[in-house]
């Protein structure tokens, strides 16, 4: 009986390097597109043209398919060709300087404004040292102080007139001024007044006490004079120092005569100025001991007053930038998003003002771009909460946490809030972009555009010169050796054998580049100019030798006969099942044994790994499935009378997925028709109920796994592998097992059907039912018919006994 089997031209889908029109990858150009991603770049595109509230990214895709590269390098050359955006400056709001003022200025403006402004408070320093050392200045300030002192004279002297006309003279002691009587000039003594007569007394006391009234009513005029020359003075301050300084304003408030908030800003700081002049022209402070622990701020410190009162802080600086800021944020903690207010920790305090606020990154990506990991976002405590609430209200608003959840009450700084217009692009893996979309409900408002990136592209004659242009593009950023056309071609093999499928081609940029790196190493320690293939094959072997140690173990163990696996005889009810056990980046193949018993029952199929909850949903289900196979094929006219267990003999760990379900059914075909199966031939593929062999994941290392132990065992020509007709174009097999195959020692047969593969497995044909629904009796499916209608009948003789017992016993 002849079995159709795979030739060696379909166990690999080879890249000729002879459809290279280059040497080597130093010949080729970059290419301008990004490979492979076609609906990914296609999203970014329209995310960033429309320009509609709510229109951010979300880049979803698996680590290391360049997600973070593709994204950067897109945005920073779509942000080349845009116009810088503009400046943002806190400055001092003198009316409420817990409120500070936000500026707004042309993009690398703020930097020059700031400048301005100090050489302006430095000029109307030294102006105003100047104009109040000025001899005009000191003689007017002179004359106002000498305009009181005459007042208050001259009201001493009519004082003292009054008093001479009454023979009273007045004498300044420490209590204030008293008046004494006099006569002839000469202050009359005690005694001798106490001598006079009664009546001049009383004249003299009533004197004394209107001249005292007259005192008092000119004492009480003494403040108002005083504030009068206060006022004066204070007048002839302003004058000066809006002589002094107003030119030096009106020369700024004519540059920026364009931003009439500056221009206001400028109109206030004037007022400010002319109102603390003395404070402008109090010497510098002096810090003699730095503030340990604060970074510059002993500088911040030292500075005058008067200069951190007039300071601009340019929170966001874009005089370096050529176009719109691209802003990647790799700790997107609060607020380092929205911004945050230093303190000063000063004699026992903190101390804060509006040059110490700081800007995040939102501010600094404001008018481009900015890019965050989504799990990094969603890791740092109301970061989350922090960005959308941004997006939603589109401003930025720098305040501390205890503020913002209203943990604190604590008087502090409320900044005026800046204006947001940003383009924000998420990195983050599938699962967490579905979570986001399925139970946050603002998440969809804010990031309308998926940008979904794939892992593999089409592997076409095109796609493979373009591919190609990859590999030199990532050898010139790296600065590794050129690839000459062989080692691309290898390149491209193992690219496909890593997405298991001969058609296409992964675009997992990080695996790509680990691999053109180690090849690089070993093409010098090899000594070539360029990167050949055996310099390729090499890295690969090497990879493969660091990674498969497990392997190595489970194959060792099955040659000492420790995992029980025959590769040789025939055996009822047993057959060689494949698996693929997944350790990090690195899989392989693995044997198992899977058996089969079958016994009188209800028609129930047990899952033995579920019955001990080893066995997952998918595996669960692919057992019951069996279970419709038999009844829809044998037992449409009869009852399923068997009871069958099927089991991984010796799996100590669970059991998930359905690729082992066709091995099972072999196995309990086996059983029941009692006919045996070659132990030779292993077994992978998932059954659908009506007996359709469906493709599986990992086939290539399933087939490697069991060629493997066939080869230490020694290869009969016997040896081989039952796979899906359908995981044909997934082949992308070792050389050495495409060797075994073309010498005609190991076999691989694509099977479409259930009857296809039991034939193969036991020799003997499978059977079709005739005109009335039976088979040959010779062929398994006779047998297994045969079996079922003996149990069938055997479990009604059973009842009908069982029945006459119970009624003789009633």
């Known amino acids: 009986m002849g079995y159709k089997e795979l030739a060696p031209e379909n166990l ?99 930097k020059e404004f700031s400048q301005d402004i100090e050489k302006l408070v430095e000029e109307a320093r030294n102006a105003l040292k100047a104009a109040f050392e000025n001899e005009e200045y000191q003689n007017r300030r002179q004359a106002i102080g000498q305009q009181l002192q005459d007042r208050q004279q001259n009201a001493f002297e009519e004082l003292n007139n009054k008093g001479r006309e009454r023979n009273l003279t007045i004498l300044r002691t420490p209590t204030g001024l008293v008046f004494a009587p006099t006569r002839e000039e000469n202050v009359i003594p005690p005694d001798e007044f106490n001598k006079l007569p009664e009546e001049e007394r009383k004249r003299f006391e009533h004197d004394v006490e209107e001249l005292q009234q007259e005192a008092q009513r000119m004492f009480q005029k003494t403040p108002s004079w005083e504030r009068e020359t206060r006022q004066k003075l204070l007048d002839l301050n302003q004058e000066v120092t809006s002589f002094a300084v107003g030119y030096l304003l009106a020369e700024l408030r004519k540059k920026y005569e364009d931003k009439p908030d500056v221009v206001d800003h400028l109109k206030v700081m004037e007022k400010d100025i002319i109102e603390n002049v003395q404070a402008l022209l109090a010497p510098e402070r002096e810090q003699e001991q730095k503030v340990a622990g604060a970074p510059g701020a002993s500088d911040q410190l030292m500075e005058s007053p008067a200069l951190r009162r007039y300071a601009v802080n340019v929170v966001v600086d874009h005089s370096e930038l050529k176009g719109a800021p691209v802003i990647y944020e790799d700790n997107p903690t609060y607020q380092n998003l929205v911004g945050r207010i230093e303190h000063l ?50 401003q930025v608003k720098v305040e501390t946490l205890g503020e913002a959840y209203g943990l604190i009450s604590t008087v502090s700084l409320e900044p005026q809030p800046i204006p947001l217009n940003v383009k924000v692009t998420l990195l983050g893996p599938p699962l967490v972009y579905y979570l986001l979309r399925y139970h946050d409900p603002e998440f969809a408002e804010l990031f309308k555009v998926a940008a979904d990136f794939d892992v593999e592209m089409h592997r076409t004659p095109e796609n493979e010169v373009s591919y190609g242009q990859l590999i030199g593009a990532i050898a010139r950023q ?91 005889g025939e055996k009822v009810g047993q057959v060689n099942g494949l698996s693929v056990i997944q350790l990090g980046e ?128 020694g290869l009969t020509g016997e040896q081989g592998v039952l796979i899906p007709a359908s995981n044909v174009k997934h082949l992308m097999l ?77």
């Open 12 to 110: 690999y889908h080879k890249c000729d390097p002879v459809q290279f029109s280059f040497e080597t990858t130093a010949e080729l150009e970059d290419s301008a597109q990004f490979l492979g991603q076609p609906r990914a770049v296609e999203a970014l595109k329209f995310g960033i043209d429309i320009e509609r509230e709510g229109y951010n990214v979300f880049a979803l895709g698996y680590a290391g398919t360049g997600k973070h590269y593709l994204v950067s390098q897109f945005l920073e050359k779509r942000a080349e060709s845009e116009k810088v955006p503009d400046d943002y400056c806190y400055v001092n709001n003198f009316d409420e300087p817990r409120k500070p003022r936000i500026l707004c200025l042309l993009g690398g403006k703020g």
């Open 734 to 810: 070792r050389k050495d097992v495409i060797q075994a195959v073309e010498d005609g020692r190991f076999h691989i047969y694509p099977v479409e059907t259930i009857d296809e593969g039991i034939e193969i497995l036991t020799g003997v044909t499978a059977g079709k039912p005739d005109d009335e629904g039976k088979y040959p009796s010779e062929s398994v499916n006779g047998r297994v018919y045969a079996r079922l209608v003996e149990l069938a009948e055997k479990r009604q003789k059973f009842g009908a006994i069982t029945a006459a017992e119970k009624r003789g016993q009633s």
């Open 345 to 394: 920790a000063h004699m026992g305090t903190l101390l804060t003002d509006f040059n110490m606020i700081r800007a995040g990154a939102l501010h600094r990506a404001n008018g481009g771009y900015l890019i965050l990991d989504v799990l990094k976002v969603l890791t740092q405590p109301f970061a989350w909460e922090g960005l959308k609430r941004a997006l939603r209200s589109r």
């Open 478 to 568: 790296e600065q590794l050796r050129p690839f000459d056309r062989g080692g691309v071609a290898r390149v491209i093999e193992h690219s496909a054998r890593t997405v298991g499928d001969g058609e296409r081609l992964s675009v997992h940029m990080q695996s790509l580049a680990d691999l053109l790196r180690e090849a690089d190493y070993w093409a010098g320690q090899s000594g070539n100019g360029a990167v050949t293939s055996a310099d390729v094959q090499r890295a690969i072997d090497a990879w493969i030798y660091r990674s498969d140690r497990m392997r190595e173990r489970i194959c060792e163990e099955i040659e000492r006969g420790t995992i029980l696996i025959d590769t040789g």
């Open 586 to 713: 690195y899989a392989f193949g693995r044997p198992s044994r899977i058996t089969a018993r079958i016994r009188l029952g209800k028609g129930e199929v047990v899952d033995i790994e579920r019955e001990v909850e080893m066995g997952g949903p998918i595996h669960s289900k692919g057992v019951l499935i069996l279970a419709g196979f038999l009844g829809a094929r044998y037992a449409t006219d009869q009852p399923l009378s068997l009871s069958a267990s099927l089991v991984f003999e010796q799996s100590y760990s669970g059991v998930e997925g359905d690729s082992a379900s066709s091995a099972e059914l072999y196995a309990l075909l086996s059983a029941t028709a009692e006919v045996p199966i070659r132990q030779s031939l292993a077994v992978t593929g998932s059954v659908n109920q009506h007996g359709q062999v469906q493709p599986i994941g990992g086939v290539n290392e399933k087939i490697e796994g069991f060629f493997d132990i066939c080869k230490a065992r």
